[in-house]
């Protein structure tokens, strides 16, 4: 079964303000993970990710949280835009092992 | 600078027919993966793939499902005898050789009437 889960499958929030979508994994031998966005009908981006030698790592907008000790992650998007609205999904990897597990993902939805 | 790049994008078939679907990888990327994704839910790992190699298609269905990444040309998806069931959205990624983050493609949505 998958080992990577989100705690809540929608999230709305208003447009401006900040936004955080959490995952929790059971693989505590999983040393990589990578945040996608995920739009109506096309294929998932990347956003941002995270090697487990690191509990925090920054990128334009977004800033991704490792907590090892309660296997939890969490993507945290600052000052949403309308842009911002789609289905978030948290991966996780082992080195080496190349194939990514994915969660069931959030939707998110940027209220104006 | 093009990205991942499948075709088709929609495809149709009838049950029973085949369905192909090609991944062209970003320019330098040498490893590929299929994936599935049925409507609301994640991705599903089907195959990963280097050059005229499968290194790991553990997620891949024993039967109907084939893939392959020749030397030269894109990396070919082939469902045979396809069922309503293999109706979903099917993304390649790729990357480069020696590191994890995987690129996707935009999809191919198949639909088996």
């Known amino acids: 079964g998958e080992s990577v889960g989100l705690h809540l499958p929608t999230l709305s929030v208003q447009e401006g303000d900040n936004s955080i979508i959490n995952c929790a994994y059971s693989n505590s031998a999983s040393d990589y993970f990578i945040w996608y966005k995920q739009e109506s009908g096309k294929g998932p981006q990347f956003i941002i990710d995270?090697?487990?030698?690191?509990d925090k790592r920054q990128g334009q907008r977004v800033t991704v949280l490792l907590n090892k000790t309660v296997k939890h992650l969490s993507l945290q998007i600052a000052a949403t835009q309308p842009g911002d609205s789609a289905v978030y999904f948290c991966?996780?990897?082992?080195?080496?092992?190349?194939?990514?597990?994915f969660g069931q993902g959030t939707r998110l939805t940027i209220n104006p | 600078n093009a990205g991942v790049m499948q075709n088709p994008r929609h495809l149709v078939r009838r049950r029973g027919q085949e369905a192909r679907l090609r991944c062209s990888p970003m320019?330098?990327?040498?490893?590929v993966y299929w994936y599935r994704q049925l409507p609301e839910e994640g991705l599903k790992f089907m195959v990963y793939l280097q050059k005229e190699n499968i290194i790991d298609e553990s997620g891949m269905p024993k039967e109907r499902f084939s893939a392959e990444f020749p030397k030269e040309g894109p990396s070919i998806l082939r469902i045979q005898q396809v069922v309503r069931g293999d109706s979903a959205a099917y993304f390649c990624a790729s990357s480069l050789p020696g590191t994890d983050t995987q690129y996707f493609g935009p999809g191919t949505r198949l639909t088996v009437l």
């Open positions: 320019k330098g990327h040498s490893h």
């Open positions: 991966a996780e990897t082992l080195r080496g092992a190349q194939k990514l597990v």
């Open positions: 995270i090697r487990s030698n690191m």
